[in-house]
């Protein structure tokens, strides 16, 4: 039988990957030095102006007409109104055709695939590690490019997402920042048990990770265990999950004095808590215990709506997942197995009733899209169904902006201020009027920096 990789093989294996990465696979290129092929990121600009047609600088605020936004390491300094000359300027990107806003924040990705049904269940037995470390890197490119400048990356059975978040905040590679949770925590045969699915004598092998538990202590320990691979936050599942390769349904599957073992360790290393959650009795346990976002949330009931918007709880409602489920379907009828496709049908048939009921209730929303479940680079798909399914453009946005920027303990990002991280966008239309328009972005800046747009 093939024995475990020994954790501290796995994470150097992981970084050796990520490096190589770094060198093969093409970068989103700045466009204010020529492409060299590598990935060392030069120093930038002292000085960095970009004019602006509108400026959607604070969302669920009213826009600025014209103005300035005038860069300073990275960091935006000033915005001055019109059009203004800055003879200090090392370079001037002119957006003055276009609506520039925050760059746009994904509170729910997993960067290291959009493989779905049984195609994911291949790569896991089939990919190595830097194989996925090559897929994450390239997704992340597709992120950036399609305009969300950061990302909550939220489950990744392969340690690869932790290596590249470090690799991007040290300018290794390019990517968006990165918030990781490591492995998700579940009980054994819960959502996040890696081995469902597959024959009896590969569990120890592909329960290698420690994101399993069983009861107060060993949920302590996997929270820990997590904590010290170096996460941002902690991703749990309360419930069963639609891809879960096992017919016990979508209700609960971890017991109360568990997620609150685990949200109480969390809160011991401040640690956010993010929960995985379909069914009522699943998001009443997690709620009980302090989480701080239902994620999913398929199935809210007006007692779990009014205490999410007691509490502040934030709902991440992640609709674009059936995108990804109808494309498959359309593509493979046979993409999933039975027990599975049966989760798919009633996920793509109740998508959406839960926001229509949490907008008016005033719960908090922040935007996120399970990507990896639907594909990468498709994020602002989102939008739409958010828009349909009950906000308007301006909620919508607010939810991709400073609302995901609060939910994941971000004070430098979601809007354009003094001081913050001159992460913009600019799109061609008004996104307030046409949600849709944030689909093709093509002007991206992350750090006051430049690069290729569109989704890819």
Excluded at 49 to 63: E, F, I, N, S, T
Excluded at 181 to 199: K, P
Excluded at 316 to 331: C, D
């Amino acid at each position: 039988m093939p024995r475990a990789v020994h954790p501290l093989v796995h994470r150097v294996l992981t970084l050796l990957a990520i490096a190589a990465c770094g060198a093969a696979v093409a970068q989103p290129q700045p466009v204010d030095r020529p492409p060299s092929g590598g990935t060392v990121v030069p120093p930038r600009p002292t000085t960095v102006v970009v004019q602006a047609g509108r400026v959607l600088d604070r969302p669920g605020r009213a826009p600025r007409g014209p103005s300035t936004i005038v860069i300073r390491d990275g960091r935006i300094s000033e915005i001055r109104a019109g059009f203004v000359d800055v003879p200090e300027a090392d370079r001037v990107h002119d957006q003055r055709t276009r609506f520039v806003l925050p760059g746009l924040i994904d509170s729910h990705v997993h960067l290291d695939s959009d493989a779905g049904g049984q195609q994911a269940q291949l790569e896991d037995v089939q990919l190595s590690t830097a194989q996925f470390a090559y897929q994450a890197l390239a997704n992340a490119h597709k992120t950036l490019r399609a305009g969300f400048t950061t990302v909550r990356n939220l489950g990744d059975r392969h340690g690869v997402t932790l290596a590249l978040r470090d690799a991007i905040r040290a300018g290794k590679v390019i990517g968006p920042n990165i918030v990781d949770a490591g492995r998700s925590i579940s009980t054994t045969s819960g959502h996040m048990d890696s081995a469902l699915g597959y024959r009896e004598e590969f569990r120890d092998v592909l329960h290698a990770g420690g994101n399993l538990c069983d009861g107060v202590e060993s949920c302590r320990r996997a929270v820990r265990a997590q904590v010290g691979r170096g996460v941002d936050v902690i991703k749990i599942a309360t419930t069963g999950g639609v891809n879960s390769q096992v017919g016990a349904g979508l209700g609960q599957q971890m017991f109360g004095d568990e997620a609150r073992a685990i949200v109480e360790t969390a809160k011991l290393y401040g640690k956010k808590v993010a929960v995985h959650a379909h069914g009522a009795d699943g998001i009443a346990v997690a709620l009980a215990a302090g989480v701080d976002s239902i994620e999913h949330g398929t199935l809210l009931e007006e007692a779990t709506i009014a205490t999410m918007a007691k509490q502040g709880t934030y709902y991440v409602p992640t609709l674009s997942t059936v995108n990804g489920y109808i494309e498959r379907l359309a593509t493979n009828p046979d993409a999933y197995s039975p027990e599975v496709r049966a989760k798919v049908d009633w996920r793509i048939k109740a998508t959406g009733r839960s926001l229509e009921q949490a907008v008016p209730r005033g719960v908090k929303i922040a935007f996120g899209t399970d990507a990896g479940v639907s594909k990468h680079g498709r994020n602002a798909d989102e939008f739409e169904l958010m828009v349909k399914h009950g906000m308007t453009p301006a909620t919508a946005i607010q939810a991709a902006t400073v609302n995901a920027a609060d939910l994941l303990g971000l004070d430098d990002v979601g809007s354009l201020e003094t001081g913050k991280r001159a992460d913009l966008i600019a799109v061609d239309g008004d996104p307030l009027v046409d949600v849709k328009v944030l689909k093709r972005v093509p002007f991206v800046m992350k750090d006051g920096r430049e690069f290729g747009a569109g989704a890819g």
